[in-house]
């Protein structure tokens, strides 16, 4: 059992929790994610690692309430416990394993939308305290959704902007990153994790700029072992798992109508069924519910 020690609301239906995991947090690091499970009847739920303690042995993870699932992880309190907490799955960021003085030389930027802030903040605070500044851009409907911005203005510089323009600057992230731009500010590397749709437009937007960008997909995962398919993207020409070769990607090969339209179709039963005819030996099968597995 894992036990939830600390639980904070960070905004409207967004959660917070740390969890006492101490083998997951022993190896873990920025970029990877958790499957947890509520009780031995919920769903197995991917969450992206969101920080990490090693010492004291915690992971935390931040959550939207959506399907049951989630749902009933909303009601945990502190104290309660997880059935299961399996990590980490997936790479790590790419950054990791650059030298420290080329990061050092580099300008990299991070753009965050939502939930997606989350993911992000690991990354940031690994450079920091290896010395790399950083930039960020953190995107939010409004300002009662922008999340983590404390944390952020401690590890990196931080610029948020807010759709309805009620805090920090106003439009989405692409006009930010424009708008830097005309500022007078270079990039050398982007990474963008948030919404499918949100890191369509950044990286159509980086493209154009010349900024190379990883993206971090979060296609529907169910086994994270790269076993049963679901999280299948297309990366050019290749077919790539994102639990077990990903989560992170080069943006700039993504097909995002394709990436968005398999999850919409993999969410019901006739969708599931065509993707197994459509993707033949590639498409895996093991998750249960497209019969591949039989």
């Known amino acids: 059992m894992y036990k939830i020690l600390k639980k ?14 101490p083998r997951v947090a022993k190896h873990c690091e920025p970029g990877q994610f958790i499957i947890a499970k509520v009780d031995e009847t919920a769903e197995r739920i991917p969450l992206t690692i969101c920080d990490y303690d090693r010492e004291a042995g915690t992971v935390r993870i931040v959550f939207m309430p959506i399907g049951a699932s989630t749902l009933k992880m909303k009601e945990l309190q502190e104290g309660d416990a997880f059935e299961d907490f399996v990590g980490p799955l997936g790479r790590p960021s790419d950054l990791i394993e650059e030298s420290i003085e080329e990061l050092k030389n580099k300008k990299i930027l991070f753009i965050a939308g939502g939930v997606g802030t989350a993911p992000v903040y690991p990354q940031v605070k690994w450079l920091h305290e290896h010395g790399v500044e950083a930039d960020a851009i953190i995107g939010a409907k409004t300002k009662d959704l922008v999340i983590l911005e404390k944390e952020f203005k401690e590890v990196c510089n931080l610029y948020v902007t807010t759709d309805d323009g009620s805090y920090g600057r106003t439009g989405m992230v692409t006009k930010c990153l424009e708008d830097l731009v005309k500022e007078g500010k270079h990039y050398d590397h982007c990474v963008a994790i948030g919404p499918m749709i949100m890191m369509k437009f950044v990286c159509k937007l980086t493209k154009e700029l010349g900024i190379p960008t990883i993206v971090s997909m979060n296609p529907i995962m169910v086994d ?24 992170e990607f080069d943006g700039h090969l993504i097909d995002f ?31 249960g519910h497209c019969g591949g597995d039989k």
């Open 8 to 21: 904070e609301v960070l905004a409207e239906n967004i959660y917070s929790m740390v969890v006492e995991a």
């Open 224 to 247: 994270g072992t790269g076993m049963c398919g679901a999280c299948r993207v297309m990366v050019g020409d290749e077919v790539k798992f994102a639990c077990v070769d990903g989560p």
């Open 257 to 287: 109508d394709q990436a968005m339209q398999r999850q919409a179709m993999y969410r019901t039963e006739e969708g599931r069924a065509k993707l197994a005819f459509l993707e033949g030996e590639t498409h895996h099968g093991g998750c």
